[in-house]
């Protein structure tokens, strides 16, 4: 049997900066991902329109990694 489960943290832009920098993330659009009950845990990371840089735009982002192994 498979979980899907939601975990919220709020990180540093700073954090966030690193995190996005050393991983490959995917970015999955302005609305929050839908993910089937028997996906494969990942992270998805939100950057707000005023985090924007020209690097990163305001949406959502994909990380194959769980966030403990970030």
């Known amino acids: 049997m498979s979980r899907l489960g939601t975990l919220r943290a709020v990180i540093s832009l700073c954090d966030l900066s690193t995190i996005l920098c050393e991983e490959t993330p995917h970015y999955a659009g302005e609305s929050f991902p839908k ?3 028997d996906s494969a845990p990942c992270t998805v990371l939100e950057v707000l329109p005023d985090e924007e840089e020209p690097d990163r735009r305001a949406g959502f982002y994909l ?6 192994q970030i």
Request: aromatic share 0%; no cysteine; net charge negative.
């Open 35 to 37: 993910q089937e009950t």
């Open 63 to 68: 990380l194959d990694k769980q966030p403990s």
